[in-house]
């Protein structure tokens, strides 16, 4: 199985919107609405921000947003803050019962 | 409180074998699903396995499949991953999480594994 595709940066400056993009396949992103996001800081645990394409867990704020055409789904973080910066992972339910991830973005705030 | 916590992690030759551990509490364990996510430093996040949550299916990682088992005693709240034929490229934090609508909704903090001679 192979990774899904993510831009390896993004960047933004304080107060405007970004979109990361994850490219999947037919087997995977297209298949399944059950698309995953991950926040990972610098020495810490990922940190799901965005389940099911478009649902935010409790406490996540609603700067995250998700959706998905086709093989791709996207992530927006709009009003970018400084604590955004840090790596975003998309993560695919796969036929078969097993997951992929992308190879992750790093966000940068300018 | 949710809560995850790794434990097992350490160094080892290549050919050899290492149980990582994740201890649950904060939730009903045995009606979840759980999972093992490893990550090389520097690098992206990788699925390795999952277990359903009274046992009874499992699946893996092609790169892994026939060296590493997932198990689990959900009297202990804990879940296993023997990991045997450790290669180089085995090395890597390895993190456990809890399943929801098949995401990752809680992890734990990670245990390093170190496969080198």
């Known amino acids: 199985q192979s990774a899904l595709t993510q831009p390896a940066s993004v960047s933004g400056s304080p107060g405007q919107s970004i979109t990361i993009s994850c490219t999947g396949g037919?087997?995977?992103?297209?298949?399944?609405?059950?698309v995953s996001w991950y926040q990972q800081h610098p020495g810490k645990a990922p940190k799901l921000i965005i389940y099911e394409v478009t649902k935010r867990p409790s406490g996540v704020s609603n700067r995250f947003s998700g959706s998905k055409s086709g093989n791709t789904a996207s992530l927006t973080i709009s009003g970018l803050q400084a604590e955004d910066e840090a790596d975003y992972y998309c993560c695919s339910f796969v036929a078969g019962v097993t997951w992929v991830f992308g190879g992750g973005a790093k966000v940068t705030v300018l | 409180e949710v809560q995850l916590v790794e434990s097992g992690g350490g160094s080892v030759q290549p050919g050899g074998s290492l149980r990582l551990s994740c201890a649950a509490s904060g939730f009903n364990f045995n009606t979840f699903w759980m999972h093992w996510v490893r990550q090389t430093p520097g690098k992206g996040l990788v699925w390795v396995s999952y277990?359903?949550?009274?046992?009874?299916?499992?699946n893996y990682a092609d790169s892994v499949k026939g060296r590493f088992t997932l198990s689990r005693d959900n009297a202990r709240n804990t879940v296993y991953l023997q990991m045997n034929r450790l290669r180089a490229e085995d090395t890597a934090v390895y993190y456990c999480?809890?399943?929801?609508?098949?995401?990752?909704?809680?992890w734990g903090q990670g245990t390093l594994v170190t496969v080198s001679s």
């Open positions: 277990i359903n949550n009274d046992g009874t299916s499992t």
């Open positions: 037919s087997s995977d992103v297209g298949s399944f609405n059950v």
């Open positions: 999480a809890r399943d929801i609508a098949n995401s990752f909704f809680d």
